[in-house]
């Protein structure tokens, strides 16, 4: 019987190149080491999480950006005041929680690729959209970055960085990150 083949066999024999899956194109980002992967979605949680967005966005003026939130509650001068153009982002008030229009309205955006960075401001829980959202992404090669108050309740695979507040130190820190 034939003894069955290591990872590193495997590998070379279906000529796997690890720079091909291991490594992802970033905005870079001074406040963040390793930057923003692009062509993914990362979780940005806790207090503070709006200000490290406008920080974010005021190192990128020449990207378009779209901040899509199912009850507005960004003041949009407040970006200006730290140093975003207001022209630089398209404000879109979904108007009430529904979960159904806020999935259509950034799956249409993400689509257009119109814009290379996708700011969502929700609170939902449905894994399957949080995927569908997460391939519209990748194909646009953007980056969409999902505000929530706390962290998504499930280890779902859509997520490729989680940033989260430090309670004890008051700093960001990556909780989980998956590169694909």
């Known amino acids: 019987m034939k003894s069955p083949l290591t990872l590193q066999e495997l590998k070379e ?3 796997y190149r690890s720079e091909l899956f291991e490594k992802r194109e970033r905005f870079s980002f001074s406040r963040w080491e390793t930057g923003i992967p692009k062509g993914a979605i990362t979780e940005i949680t806790g ?6 967005v406008a920080d974010f966005l005021k190192e990128r003026p020449d990207e378009r950006v779209i901040w899509i ?3 507005f509650s960004l003041f949009p001068l407040a970006l200006e005041q730290r140093g975003v153009a207001p022209e630089q982002v398209l404000f879109v008030d979904i108007g009430r929680e529904n979960s159904r229009e806020l999935e259509w309205t950034l799956l249409q955006a993400l689509r257009s690729q119109a814009f ?6 929700s609170e939902f829980e449905d894994s399957r959209m949080l995927r569908r959202i997460q391939l519209a992404t990748e194909s646009a090669h953007a980056a969409t970055l999902w505000l929530r108050s706390t962290p998504h309740a499930s280890q779902t695979s859509a997520l490729s960085l989680r940033i989260e507040r430090d309670p004890v130190t008051d700093e960001r820190r990556p909780i989980r990150l998956r590169e694909r």
């Open 116 to 121: 290379s960075i996708a700011v969502l401001y």
């Open 13 to 15: 024999r279906f000529g």
């Open 69 to 71: 939130e199912e009850s």
């Open 47 to 52: 207090p503070g999480k709006t200000a490290f």
